[in-house]
């Protein structure tokens, strides 16, 4: 038999849970611009466990909401000024019933945040049917007026991506490691990545995440990428 699945609801109330911050990287300017916040816990246990955790038990809405809310509050007040925080969330949490106050809740609460948080869309396949529905597009244009920015996070080197990336028109579009794996010495990769930033909008900024090699920093850099993330640049920490 398996391990017995770690009570969420639990986790939540003995607050058993921190978050860790990765930058992300300006190739043109060769500065951070931004970080990343990732949630760890307590022992330590796979982030994507934990939200599997989190549906199975019927408690992913309240789980994603207090990662966000812990992602802010652990984030130095500081840092707002000079860099934008990166922030995970679920297409059913954008869609869930109590979004738009929870969204209010944070505005609210910590006001410099405004123009300054990146809501980060997970591309989670059990989730994928919600992107169509009204309350997500609602969920969406909330966040676009109340001053958040919007990334897609994962996206492959695909036509799907580049037909999600121009319906839903984000400010970040994130490709997953596997389009950054061995870069510099694959002309495919190369290629697909140049014809993306070729088709996006100008004002949209495409991360490649993933880096590892310098050599591959490198070619991100040539191929016009403006912003990337890896464990060549940092690996993620405490702020």
Known sequence: MGEPALNILGLIRKRSFFHEFQPLWNT??????????LIRTEPRINPILLFQYGREQGTLFEFDAVSISNAIYEYPESYFEKYFLFVNIFPST????????????LVKTYPKIKGKVVFEINEDLVESHLWEEEA???GLELLKSRGFQIALDDLGLTAASVEK???????????????SENL????NKQKNIYSILSKSDRDMVVVLEGIEKKEDLIMASRLGVRAVQGYYIAKPHRL
């Not at 954008?94 to 809740?105: I, K």
């Not at 984000?170 to 389009?179: E, I, T």
């Not at 510099?184 to 002309?187: D, E, G, L, R, V």
Request: charged letters at 30%.
């Open 184 to 187: 510099a010495n694959s002309i």
């Open 94 to 105: 954008m869609v869930h019933r109590e979004f738009s106050a929870f969204v209010e809740e």
């Open 136 to 138: 997500f597009v609602s």
């Open 28 to 37: 043109e300017t060769e500065e951070i611009f931004a970080y990343e916040a």
């Open 165 to 179: 990336i121009a319906r839903n028109k984000p400010d970040f579009a994130k490709l997953d490691r596997s389009c």
